[in-house]
């Protein structure tokens, strides 16, 4: 089906939002009037743009308050769309959006209303245009699909048909399944929006909290599957009013957009991408650094042995179980020192997972390698995290691990047997379209987002994963653009006994992040742990968390540049300590040298 | 009355949180749970820490899911108890907070609460502690503080008593009027925060939302007057969960909350700060610039004559009718560039002014003059803008024009008589306290606050005016720190004839800010102008609103560093041209070099 997009959805001037549209593959964008007022181009020039940018105008909008009012007013309303019909015509848009009335003196007269909208349409039908009628959820006398669609058809205007929105639909509670009683052929658009479920005032819940299909809470998908058993053939049309969305950048937010109606479509039975290519474990994680030696440093007290070497690059393969750490010193490392910069997934077919998230336009990167290399597949991470697609130790499939030569080492007694979940902070404005991506393209299962207090602003957390757990990704953001949190990743290692992993760290120079008495403390007065237990922790700043599954001890590294590690015993527990996450923030902040 | 805050209101560690709470004139402190476990201090150290900065222990809090539940997790609360009355006996707290149940497990019978609240208060008395109990507006059985209150009623043992809270009280609509049926006594605690009134899920409007008496929309002083009327004498203590204040600094933040209950006792008749002086008009607004040529250049276009120089100083007087504007080009210029810095208020006492100024927290700024100067009586604003309380040209007072000396200049014809109004645009952080501000400190009225749609991001504008309207400033806070649109402040001039004085201004080689063509398309769809006139509107770049009170006629001149002025004709209207923000912040990011 077409795809089309609401300017209002998109920050920045018209033709920033238009490229950007353009670019994320739109097919189509509504105009929304208050972005054409305020853009220097012309209508005609406009319309040319679109034509460059291969975008068609499927809709201008809104016009509002024309119907169901006092004749004085309906005469200048339909002056007004006189004037508005004539700029239609110069921006090429065929359709408009009319949106019921909330003007005061507005009545309660159905009757009025299809009077008022028949004489709108026969005047639109002079200048060659449609009426698209569209019940607002806080209109004044009508506020629901159906009740819209009653008017359209006492209306009886081959001018006129009526347009849905699926957050007025569904913020009001009204039943879809009654959108099958219009015909198709009535229906002259259909507008998407999500939103998560809040309990609020409609209108500031629209005008705010709006996302994309597939990121909030409403059944998007089913509504579109009424509408499709109409026989609706226009486009999918986004139009989303979000205060992130408003600041942050248009190109970004765009192909989330249009990522997120690929996703409806192939929900809804109408694409079929390539099938997605659940990973099943991770393969390794990869840090960039200007300098190996500190990192490396907190590698080996880990209990980690430099294991193999690239043959052709910087990159050196740490190991310990089946935890694999690359470290990279590459010209790839940022002036910002050691950070994240890419998980390999092991993955059942990773040209298949490539081709998935191409489809879903992930950037697929450029394979840097030496033509002797394995060949790997990687597509970038809306926070610019690489992921490649893996397949390790499979011998019908290219190996990575076959460009690293081995080199001796002395193998320790490994504490530590695997990667137990990756944290990864986004970038501020990304966090939606963050999950949005893991769900869709890698096929993750996202876990309900929590809130976390650290001491410089409130943060939220959400973790995708594979049905296993086998792969656990915790996504998390900031509270402002400014918040010094926002850069700090983390490498969490599964550990069978977190109190010998981490006093073998610190017997080995390592340095474990302290945590306040206090806590030990509250520990004490929440559980009742064997005798020395708590000493221990204390002594060692292990934290620890209990849910319905069993119990969780945890500890952390000090950082380095961005990154730090955490220790992590997980006996049938199976979320991520996010009831400990402010007593760590704080003990970051209280380490970080002094302002 | 005693004045204390809950640490959870303020953002960074706890030793910030004192620090903070103590310089901005507290007595005391509520501490937050979390704050004790994330510190790296001692109880002991806590309470030392406290005594130093001059702070008492009010309140230790929260204890949650006490009463009512089954028997053996009572006995698991009372163990926890038994553990945070050994840390409050350390910490020096007297008091514990106690919210009613939520526990999944909790029964709806009051009796068994009592009979816990009971146990638990013979507990608190072994440590000599009291037991405050609130109920949660989302309290699984007891959601009302009268409910609560039967229960410490029916519990009766001298260690328990109520604690009430205006936002648990005033989001329920409940009636407070009941709370004068509690003896005095019996109110162990009282909490305060306002809220704007947003209809949500009350749990989240109290987490996100709340904010300082006189900030939101609650009549919390009413609240008051009833729990003061029982005899109550303990703290007014502040409780107030928001997102804004969780990242602001907590310096600002704290004397922003200490004026909240600096006003609220003087709201409710229980301290009287100096009365407010209420400014009469703009004596003038000062410019700060490296470089007086660009300004001078702009002001002379719009026909100012510099008409006075300060007799010690590198400041001019621009002048053109009651429109005084300085342009000092001392060392408090900022590098980046041209800016607003301070503002004349005309005063009936300026001296009282002043005072008021200083007993609601403003920093008073020090007479940096010559002995020979006016002594001109000045604060800083929240946003660093300097306020000289002015007496022009009445004889009794010292006047600030007379340290300026005349010099020759030729008289034009005047195009503009006043100022309009000021736009502040506010730190990010800081609009709330902004608004109480001059509510409090200079007592104006605060307006509805508006959303403005600037291309990157959502703004919010409120303007502050006197009675009669002679003073008008407008608020107003950008979307996010990062937004470039944070540092632009502006002057609008009053002018009775907008096209001459545009005309002139372009004549005289100023350059006005570009408006689209397709803006006055609009304004010919939704209004009929007389013929020609919607021409020269388009030809100048004037925008027209129009409200129930009048007609406003507008145009802007280009920026010049951080500052640009406004020409407003303004016959009879009321507002600040809202409906055209939009469209003239796209004109002034269109005209930004390109990035």
Not at 118 to 144: I, M, N, P
Not at 358 to 383: I, K, T
């Amino acid at each position: 089906m077409r795809t089309s997009i609401a300017t209002v959805s998109l920050s920045g001037s018209l033709t920033e939002k238009l490229t950007a549209a353009s670019r994320a593959g739109f097919d189509g964008v509504e105009i929304f009037e208050n972005d054409l007022l305020a853009s220097p181009l012309t209508p005609e020039e406009i319309r040319a743009r679109c034509a460059d940018l291969g975008l068609s105008v499927d809709l201008y909008q809104p016009m509002r308050d024309i119907e169901a009012v006092p004749a004085d007013e309906f005469a200048r309303g339909l002056r007004r769309a006189r004037h508005k019909f004539e700029v239609m015509r110069r921006l090429g848009a065929d359709t408009v959006l009319v949106c019921s009335s909330v003007h005061p003196l507005a009545v309660d007269d159905d009757a009025l209303a299809a009077y008022h909208l028949r004489q709108l349409a026969d005047l639109a039908q002079e200048f060659g245009l449609r009426v698209a009628y569209e019940a607002l959820a806080w209109g004044r006398h009508v506020s629901t699909y159906d009740h819209a669609w009653r008017i359209v058809e006492a209306a009886d205007h081959p001018a006129l048909g009526t347009c849905l929105d699926s957050f007025h639909i569904l913020s009001r509670g009204s039943d879809p399944k009654g959108i099958e009683d219009i015909p198709g052929e009535k229906i002259f658009f259909l507008q998407l929006a999500d939103a998560p479920l809040l309990a609020m005032d409609v209108l500031q819940w629209s005008r705010h909290y709006r996302c994309f299909p597939g990121q909030g809470g409403f059944d998007v998908a089913g509504l579109v599957r009424h509408v499709l058993r109409t026989g609706y053939d226009g486009p999918l049309s986004l139009e989303v009013f979000n205060d992130v969305f408003r600041q942050a950048e248009a190109g970004p937010t765009a192909v989330d957009a249009h990522r997120s109606l690929l996703v409806l479509q192939e929900t809804v039975g109408v694409a079929t991408p390539p099938a997605p290519v659940v990973p099943t474990g991770i393969a390794f994680a990869e840090l960039v650094t200007p300098d190996a030696e500190p990192v490396s440093a907190v590698l080996g007290a880990l209990g980690f042995a430099r294991t193999a070497r690239h043959r052709s690059k910087p990159v050196d393969l740490w190991q310990q179980g089946e935890a694999r750490i690359l470290v990279n010193t590459s010209g790839a490392a940022r002036r910002d020192g050691t950070g994240l910069a890419a998980i390999g997934l092991e993955s059942p077919d990773p040209t298949g997972a490539a081709r998935r998230a191409e489809a879903l336009l992930a950037p697929v990167l450029p394979r840097r390698r030496a033509p002797e290399d394995a060949p790997l597949d990687a597509v970038a991470a809306p926070d610019g995290t690489e992921l490649f697609f893996c397949a390790t130790q499979r011998n019908e499939l290219p190996n990575w691990r076959a460009d690293f030569t081995d080199v001796a080492h002395r193998a320790g007694t490994p504490g530590v047997h695997g990667i137990d979940h990756l944290a990864l902070t986004q970038p501020w404005h990304h966090f939606d379209e963050a999950t949005l991506f893991h769900r869709s393209v890698l096929g993750l299962h996202a876990q309900e987002s929590v809130d976390v207090a650290d001491p410089y602003g409130l943060m939220r957390s959400r973790a995708v994963t594979n049905a296993d757990e086998s792969v656990r990704i915790a996504l998390s953001v900031g509270a402002a653009p400014t918040d010094d949190t926002v850069h700090a990743q983390h490498i969490a290692l599964t550990t069978d006994d977190v109190v010998a992993a981490a006093r073998r760290f610190r017997a080995a120079g390592g340095r474990l992040l302290p945590i306040p008495a206090n806590y030990y403390d509250d520990l004490a007065a929440r559980y009742e742990f064997p005798d020395g237990e708590l000493e221990t922790y204390r002594e060692l700043g292990i934290l620890y968390d209990r849910d319905a599954h069993g119990e969780f001890r945890h500890c952390y590294t000090v950082t380095v540049g961005r990154v730090f590690f955490e220790l992590a015993q997980r006996d049938g527990y199976r979320g991520y300590g996010a009831q400990n996450a402010p007593v760590r923030l704080a003990a970051q902040h209280a380490g970080r040298p002094v302002r």
